[in-house]
């Protein structure tokens, strides 16, 4: 129950932090090893424990089981420790001990996750994977006499914004692989066919995931996908489209431009110019996500006007009181955070491991003094309804945020018609330019 009642507990913390989404088929019963990409420290195996829908026990770096807090929940999902030449070469041989361990957890029928990379990063691309995954499943699988019937999972892992508050998150979760099909690999060499099935994995992975040669051509994918899907009637100009959505359109631009860098530099710089230049003109109107649509239909307007300051309106009382209540903690964590002086890809980690302390032991210590002043009726009264003020003034956070910069985006798109129109003959420019890449790649591919 322990392991079950924490996931659910870093489930729901990690769900608060960011807006998560979810893809693909879910992780199925029985012995089950969950592999992901890792591009966000401690919150990556958060992330999975909310979304695979079923317990998972992480494998993690040795120094994490040591510290108070990460380590406590760590051993109470059930983690086990990977011992890593960098932080400890004398440690190395209790991996032993730790994939014993593993394969002992998928022959009991449980899930396991691992991240073959091997360590979290900020890079643009997927690290080269490491064989403990693929060496994991082959001998879990070779121990059972190959009728385990193992299956790997792979997830990937995409963020936007990934260390701040309320960003964004989706996990999509691949096909699983069948560890049995590599039984007569692994009869004939044991080490080829850890190398062919970490292949697999990866082939999986760079599928599920975002994958660019240079970090600047993240900014070029994400706002060349937003001009294209607006143009071409996929989403509507200030609509917020699901990463569900996003994410295959993106990868299809990521494979084109790694095509015409190869192909046709020139080309690509001058695209590259031609979607800043966009990009500024965006900046103009205060447009962050979404786009600028050319005209503003009077009655869609006022429908939309009409709906959003009803629903902040009831929402506000709610919501103030949900401020009040956790901003205190909210600005402790905001203010801790940063004097550990994180990476990038550890920054939410140590946000949202704060918070789950903080948090809890805010609404104890408030639920304490109520049953001294007020009793237990009134206590347990507050014990349910501050973390339900608590959602409702993010939720309320959300929505004026997205209100105020469609407010901003649409008061400057008044003043600056020439603009808007400026904008939208670049975009249609700008679309004609993919289109004709695009081809030109199809061509490439048939010849």
């Known amino acids: 129950m322990l392991p079950r009642i924490i996931t659910k507990l870093v489930g729901w913390a990690v769900a608060v932090f960011y807006d998560v989404e979810r893809a693909g088929p879910k992780v199925g019963a029985g012995p089950v090893l969950v592999v992901a990409n890792h591009p966000n420290a401690l919150v990556d195996p958060l992330i999975i424990f909310h979304t695979a829908g079923r317990a998972t026990r992480p ?120 560890v049995g099909d590599y039984q007569s690999d692994y009869a004939t060499e044991e080490r080829a066919a850890a190398r062919r099935l970490t292949e697999s994995i990866r082939d999986r992975l760079e599928k599920l995931t975002l994958n660019f040669d240079e970090e600047s051509d993240r900014e070029l994918v994400d706002v060349a996908e937003r001009l294209y899907a607006r143009e071409k009637g996929l989403a509507r100009p200030r609509e917020r489209a699901a990463m569900a959505q996003r994410l295959p359109r993106m990868q299809r631009f990521a494979e084109g431009l790694r095509w015409l860098r190869a192909e046709d530099p020139e080309a690509l710089e ?69 004097r550990f002086r994180p990476e990038l890809d550890q920054i939410a980690t140590y946000k949202v491991s704060i918070g789950i302390v903080t948090f809890p032991s805010w609404l104890a210590a408030i639920v304490a003094v109520t049953w001294l002043v007020a009793g237990t009726t009134t206590s347990l009264t507050a014990a349910i309804i501050l973390p339900i003020l608590g959602l409702a003034a993010v939720a309320w956070r959300d929505r004026q945020a997205t209100v105020r910069e469609d407010v901003r985006v649409f008061f400057r798109a008044r003043r600056r018609s020439q603009s808007t129109d400026r904008l939208a003959e670049l975009r249609a420019r700008l679309v004609a330019e993919f289109d004709d890449v695009a081809e030109r790649w199809r061509v490439d591919r048939t010849v």
């Open 270 to 338: 001058g695209l590259r110019h031609s979607v800043t230049r966009y990009l500024r003109l965006l900046t103009l109107f205060g447009a962050r996500d979404g786009d600028v649509p050319r005209r503003y239909p009077l009655t869609p307007v006022l429908v939309y006007a009409l709906r959003q300051i009803v629903m902040l309106a009831l929402v506000f009382p709610a919501a103030i009181a949900g401020a009040l209540v956790w901003g205190a903690p909210f600005l402790f964590t905001r203010w801790a955070a940063p």
């Open 59 to 178: 494998l993690a770096k040795a120094p994490l089981f040591e510290q108070a807090l990460l380590g406590t929940v760590l051993k109470g999902l059930g983690g086990l420790p990977v011992y890593r030449k960098q932080d400890d070469p004398q440690l190395m041989h209790l991996n032993d001990r730790t994939f014993d361990a593993a394969i002992a957890a998928l022959q009991e029928g449980g899930a396991v996750q691992m991240y073959p990379e091997g360590q979290s990063h900020s890079e643009p691309a997927l690290a080269p994977l490491r064989t403990g995954a693929a060496r994991i499943a082959l001998l879990a699988e070779d121990r059972a006499g190959w009728t385990l019937g193992l299956r790997v999972q792979p997830v990937g892992l995409t963020y936007t914004r990934k260390h701040l508050f309320r960003g964004t998150v989706i996990a999509v979760f691949g096909d699983p692989i069948e």
